[in-house]
């Protein structure tokens, strides 16, 4: 099967719980095991998530509710940036912001907030929140996770953060956390960081 082919989404997946299983049951299969490159898999992770959400018609509304950016902002061991930065990693979508400051005190931004405060955050309207970062002035609601190492000799370290806007406010609930949380767990597992 082309690789392209792994953002199919079949009909028969009609509720966010399944789609979520089926992206994670699809980024498992890309994930070669003998792969780990952090770069490579995040590449294909948000290619994945962006264009399988544009086909679930559950959450692209007909085009209204679509997905618009996907992608990682990240931190990983081997980034020479400061470590007050996240800097943008692999995504779909339009350009954005080249680096997030993770300084705290100085740090603004759903990624930055999600990142020191080591939890998804669901923002239901990007105009209504405090300090969001508006990379992309047609977004109206997001949703970040953290990419957080849970096991070695940097367990607990905050790797980065997976981040999804959407065209319409109220694009994403907690069935869509659950699911991403999930999708960040195994790509953390499936890379050297
Ligand atoms: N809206 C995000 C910034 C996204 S950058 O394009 C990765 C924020 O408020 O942090």
Known sequence: MPHADSALVPETITT?????AHIYSQLDALLDS??????TNLS??????????????AHFGNGQKAVNWCGAATK???????????????FNGKPACQYINTVPGKARGVCADSFLQ?????????????????CDGETRSEV??????????HDGRVLGVLDLDCLAVEGFDDED??????????LVKACDW
């Open 144 to 153: 970040v996770c953290p990419l957080i190492l849970s096991s070695g000799e």
């Open 44 to 57: 294909n992770a948000a290619s994945l998530i962006y264009n399988s959400l544009l086909a679930f018609p």
């Open 16 to 20: 966010k719980p399944e789609f979520w």
């Open 34 to 39: 003998n792969q780990r490159n952090w770069v």
């Open 177 to 186: 956390k659950a699911g991403l949380e999930k999708i960040a767990q195994l």
């Open 118 to 134: 080591r939890r998804t955050v669901v923002v239901p309207d990007v105009e209504t929140y405090p300090g969001h970062i508006a």
């Open 76 to 90: 990983p061991t081997s980034n020479s940036s400061p470590s007050s930065r996240l800097l943008l990693g692999p």
